[in-house]
């Protein structure tokens, strides 16, 4: 059984930065990627960022392209959401997932195995 365990998170006003880590308590063939989600209050859950961990290629939503970045350090297990430039619409929960998503729906909670147990993130105006 692999956990996930988020740390950073906080509040920020618009324009500041903040960066999310996630430890796997072990690497296991059952994941092959890891990704972040968000979801807001009264919002459906939004996939804004995926990493592979074999070679590290890296997607993200539009919404959160340019200003955030994903990275990985593959020693330790652990999955970094580094967050610039926030915005008031960033605001939300964070979770990191890992899982073997079918490409195409990397965006899809349901594509995932494990759950980090969130973070909040507040951005104020």
């Known amino acids: 059984q692999v956990r996930l365990v988020e740390s950073g998170g906080g509040s920020v006003q618009a324009g500041g930065s903040l960066r999310l880590s996630c430890a796997a308590s072990?690497?296991?063939?059952?994941?092959?990627?890891m990704a972040w989600f968000r979801q807001a209050p009264g919002k459906e859950r939004e996939g804004v960022a995926l990493?592979?961990?074999?070679?590290?290629?890296?997607y993200y939503a539009d919404s959160v392209k340019g200003r955030f970045t994903i990275s990985q350090d593959f020693a330790q297990n652990t999955v970094y959401l580094q967050m610039n430039s926030l915005k008031p619409e960033d605001t939300a929960m964070y979770y990191c997932?890992?899982?073997?998503?079918?490409?195409?729906?990397?965006?899809?909670?349901?594509?995932?195995?494990?759950w980090g147990q969130g973070s909040q993130v507040t951005v104020s105006p």
């Open positions: 990493i592979y961990i074999i070679g590290g290629s890296t």
């Open positions: 997932a890992a899982g073997r998503p079918r490409f195409i729906r990397w965006t899809v909670g349901a594509e995932y195995n494990y």
């Open positions: 072990t690497y296991s063939d059952t994941y092959n990627s």
